[in-house]
């Protein structure tokens, strides 16, 4: 436990617990020594910036949109912070489809350049046998 020198104290297993998030305003619950009531705080979120290659994953039975920096792009907003996706994907169809789905997924694309010369990358994924 930590405080915020308020005589307030942080619980960690129950923030973890009690937290409840809306789109636009995140909280955590805090927990008073003296009282025992949770008491909401509003917490800033932070802006959050993913570098790195979009690419398509192809499975033997399944194409899916992926890479490291776009997937904890899409979980760091799912907690609420708003996310800037630095990034390129080709001028091509897996490229506009992409563009489609990183947007329904509410991230920033105003860094995700389109290459006129480069494919939208893939990942081709054999099966185990």
Not at 21 to 35: A, V
Not at 122 to 129: F, P, R
Request: proline content about 5%; aromatic content about 10%.
């Amino acid at each position: 436990m930590g405080s915020d020198g308020s005589g307030t104290f942080f619980n960690f297993n129950d923030c973890h617990r009690k937290r409840c998030q809306t789109r636009q305003t995140p909280f955590l619950q805090w927990q008073s020594i003296t009282t025992g009531y949770y008491q909401p705080v509003r917490e800033h979120p932070k802006s959050v910036a993913t570098v790195g290659e979009v690419l398509w994953d192809i499975f033997p039975n399944s194409i899916r949109l992926g890479g490291a920096p776009l997937n904890f792009g899409v979980h760091a907003r799912r907690l609420g912070h708003p996310v800037y996706l630095v990034s390129a994907v080709g001028a091509d169809d897996r490229g506009r489809e992409a563009t489609r789905e990183i947007a329904a997924f509410d991230l920033d694309t105003t860094f995700l350049e389109t290459s006129a010369t480069l494919p939208t990358g893939t990942n081709t994924l054999a099966s185990g046998k």
